[in-house]
């Protein structure tokens, strides 16, 4: 996602704390205090503008909402997207999900998505892709037993790949649907990018799976 240098990006940071929370490894195991009701966590990784996750936040007022986005000029974005719905089940998180175990208390998430992940199409870049093993393993440890990842990509080749690491992993292949939109689900939130792609034509993958134990 393009990066734009915001030069207000600081000082929305500094103004909203409530909403995109500073050290949020201060927040490890404790991420329910911050939300006004005691309910399901699910966490979105690489959120971007916000589209998504605000659209969720609207639509299940009974589950709480955490957006992770690494770009300080994207996650204001969001941030902006957010305070102007208006919620008070989500929240936003301005770091890399590389680091996901220090922010997150095992068992604390009930949900995670994926929404079209940067492919890093070169084999050397493997192990940068969010559903790479070592991050696979991130999730297991931060989510509920049996917890889900929703995944969705154009990329047809991390879609693949995705699916064999899931296997490898010994995740359960809940639900694999190979073009998305071929009928209207009026419950599918759409991503910016999500937008973009079927726009043109693209099929939208998406898998559900979840881990054993
Ligand atoms: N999910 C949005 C959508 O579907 O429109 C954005 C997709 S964009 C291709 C990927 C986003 O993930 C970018 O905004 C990027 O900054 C973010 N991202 C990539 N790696 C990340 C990481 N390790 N931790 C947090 N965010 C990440």
């Known amino acids: 996602m393009r ?9 929305f940071l500094h103004n909203h704390q409530n909403l995109i929370i500073p050290n949020p490894g201060k927040q490890r195991g404790k991420w329910q205090k911050l939300f006004s009701e005691n309910q399901p966590i699910h966490l979105e ?9 605000v659209g969720m936040a609207k639509q299940h007022p009974d589950i709480n909402f955490i957006g ?28 890399d999900a590389s680091h996901l175990l220090e922010y997150f208390a095992p068992g604390e998430i009930s949900a995670i998505y994926l929404n079209f992940s940067d492919p890093w199409p070169k084999n050397r870049h493997e192990k940068r892709r969010l559903t790479f093993s070592a991050f696979l393993k991130q ?19 991390l879609f693949e790949y995705s699916l064999c690491s899931f296997s490898a992993y010994g995740m359960l292949l809940e639900e694999v649907n190979l073009d998305l939109h071929v009928i209207e689900d009026p419950l599918n939130i759409m991503t910016e990018y999500e937008e973009k792609f079927s726009a043109k034509g693209q099929p939208i993958y998406r898998s559900r799976t979840s881990f054993k134990n």
């Open 3 to 11: 990066q734009r240098y915001k030069p207000w990006a600081d000082d």
């Open 68 to 95: 992770i986005e690494v770009a300080k000029s994207i996650v204001v974005t969001a941030g902006e997207k957010a305070l102007e719905a208006g919620l008070d089940n989500l929240l936003l998180i301005h770091v």
């Open 139 to 157: 999730y297991e440890e931060v989510l509920i037993p049996k917890g889900e990842i929703i995944f969705k990509t154009d990329n047809r080749g």
């Open 45 to 53: 990784i690489g959120t971007g503008k916000g589209q998504f996750i």
